[in-house]
């Protein structure tokens, strides 16, 4: 793709980092780590760091290769094809199953105003599938729509957040006792891992641009800055906001909560605000979800661009939309959410919320490897290594299996690739979208 044909700049870049991060997370992410106490509360120390460590290094690999499709061909040229398959399948697994989960958090919220669309498990998975093909027909009309569409959301989603900051700022001038008047459960090292992993799960996103290098103008200076700018104000707010929530509040209060922002901002602002606020969060999980469906094609694009998986996977439309991979994706995230609407399987969104996160960091143990093997910014590659690690432990055993099993899924799909004549996978790899 030549310079004058990439869709993204800088702003739009940051957009996709910010968006791919704030989605429906943060408005639920107080009530997870309320119970922890003090232990959540210092999960983010060690969160946040770790979030811009492992943003730094895949920034540095995109700026080392700027002619290359994304982050997985990076990694698969430095520490193998087949690695790189697996880790960029293994994140695209992720891709899926978080777009199930945010699509129905945004019916979810929806329903503050529509309440037939939360009536029944089938209502809400219907409203949800309905969503997710509303942005894939958004994103197959082309990468430069979508992108516009996500800066806008990101704009829409920080309002709310930021109306919060000021809430905390206020109380922090005009009340200080508000902070210190509920008991937080003391800090506990068993505990540890777990609320790091739950803290770590809204800061997965921050490398979106790298993901999406090829269509962004300038990649080596523009992925970088966006990125890091993206994850550092991302969070920031992350560690205001929940941190504020969960010792200005009742921690048992916030922890019942299914929306505890809003819960917030009613406290201290009233219903109506309460009701703005669902508002936005119901924008902020439809623009991240908008943000997941462009990754969703992207990855498989990139991967069969580089001759890593088959060329039908990377076949694109008069708009350079990846629509084959796309459609498969939406057709995938629709059967999980549907799933969740039969007898029996409705504990299956709790544990892809699991297998997300153990899905996703794969990527960023893959490129901490190659990394090293470049000979890249060896210090932090290596922090970035145990990092995930310690992630992927926290994540739980079973998640973490299930990840490693769907990982191996990728290898029939290799092996088609690879025998295939090499010019064959190159002409298909470098060409273009179709005249």
């Not at 003090?38 to 290094?57: D, H, K, N, Q, R």
């Amino acid at each position: 793709m030549t310079e004058s044909n990439r869709p993204f700049g800088f702003w739009t870049a940051t957009a996709l980092v910010v968006g791919g991060m704030i989605g429906a997370g943060i408005f639920v992410q107080p009530a997870q780590l309320a119970p922890y106490g003090w232990t959540g509360a210092l999960a983010w120390l060690v969160a946040i760091p770790a979030a811009m460590l492992l943003a730094y290094v895949l920034s540095r690999l995109t700026a080392a290769h700027p002619g290359a499709t994304g982050i997985v061909e990076i990694v698969g040229d430095a520490i193998g094809p087949l690695p790189g398959v697996l880790v960029g399948w293994s994140y695209w697994v992720g891709i899926v199953s978080a777009n199930a989960i945010i699509a129905l958090t945004a019916i979810r919220y929806l329903a503050t105003f529509v309440p037939a669309l939360t009536a029944s498990p089938l209502a809400t998975a219907l409203g949800a599938t309905t969503l997710v093909w509303a942005l894939t027909a958004l994103n197959l009309g082309g990468a430069r729509g979508a992108g516009r569409f996500q800066v806008a959301t990101t704009l829409l989603k920080l309002l709310p957040l930021i109306a919060v900051v000021l809430i905390l700022v206020g109380l922090s001038f005009a009340d200080t006792a508000s902070f210190t008047a509920h008991q937080q459960a003391p800090f506990a090292a068993d505990q540890f891992t777990t609320a790091l992993t739950l803290a770590f799960f809204p800061m997965v996103g921050f490398e979106s641009a790298s993901l999406a290098a090829e269509r962004v103008r300038d990649p080596a200076r523009n992925v970088m800055r966006a990125t890091m700018w993206g994850t550092a104000l991302t969070g920031v707010l992350y560690v205001i906001i929940s941190n504020g929530i969960v010792f200005a509040m009742p921690p048992a209060v916030v922890a019942a909560s299914d929306a505890p922002i809003a819960l917030f901002v009613e406290q201290f602002w009233g219903r109506g605000a309460s009701l703005i606020v669902a508002a936005f969060a119901a924008i902020s999980a439809i623009g991240c979800l908008n943000g997941w469906v462009l990754m969703q094609g992207e990855v498989p694009l990139g991967m069969a661009r580089a001759g890593l998986l088959p060329s039908f996977l990377g076949r694109t439309s008069g708009r350079d939309v990846p629509t084959t991979a796309v459609l498969l994706s939406s057709l995938l995230a629709s059967a999980l959410i549907l799933s969740g609407a039969i007898p029996g399987f409705t504990g299956v969104l709790t544990f892809m919320l699991q297998l997300t996160t153990a899905a996703t960091v794969w990527l960023y143990f893959g490129a901490c490897l190659a990394a090293l093997k470049l000979g890249l910014v060896r210090l932090a590659a290596i922090i970035g290594l145990a990092a995930s690690g310690w992630v992927l432990w926290g994540s739980g055993l079973e998640p973490l299996g299930l990840s490693i099993v769907l990982m191996l899924t990728a290898i029939p799909l290799y092996v088609f690739a690879v025998r295939k004549p090499k010019t064959a996978r190159s002409s298909s790899a470098m060409a273009g979208p179709p005249e």
